[in-house]
């Protein structure tokens, strides 16, 4: 199971973390990412970590924007927002695979139902 927490309404230029607590056994080594649906947009992948040695991976379009992070005491994957901006409106969701990483939705299997985030 995967739960995300943190969205909310945030101004231009302010920052916004993103948690998604995972739960619930997944693989040995798993992946988390992170997607993004904005109003009339497909969903796209932000930003994933890998369990095996916290690689991170992010969306080339969306460099610098995002810092993806994790503690794994707390099975708990981080999204950092740097400095929102009006097109980083929209719903966010975590997700899980099994093995190594990669943005495309269609290869994990497990979602979690989302926060929105609405930045004016």
């Known amino acids: 199971q995967l739960v995300e927490s943190g969205g909310g309404s945030v101004q231009a230029g302010g920052p916004l973390r993103l948690s998604c607590v995972v739960s619930?056994?997944?693989?040995?080594?798993?992946?988390v990412a992170w997607f993004r649906q904005s109003p009339g947009k497909e969903r796209k992948g932000v930003a994933a970590?890998?369990?095996?040695?916290?690689?991170?991976y992010y969306n080339d379009s969306l460099t610098g924007q995002f810092v993806i992070s994790h503690d794994a005491d707390k099975n708990t994957v981080y999204l950092q927002l740097v400095s929102a901006k009006p097109e980083d409106t929209g719903t966010y969701y975590c997700?899980?695979?099994?093995?190594?990483?990669?943005?495309?939705?269609?290869?994990?299997?497990?979602w979690g139902q989302g926060t929105q985030v609405t930045v004016s």
């Open positions: 997700a899980a695979k099994a093995g190594y990483c990669s943005l495309f939705k269609v290869e994990y299997p497990h």
């Open positions: 619930g056994y997944i693989a040995r080594r798993t992946c």
């Open positions: 970590i890998y369990s095996g040695d916290s690689a991170t």
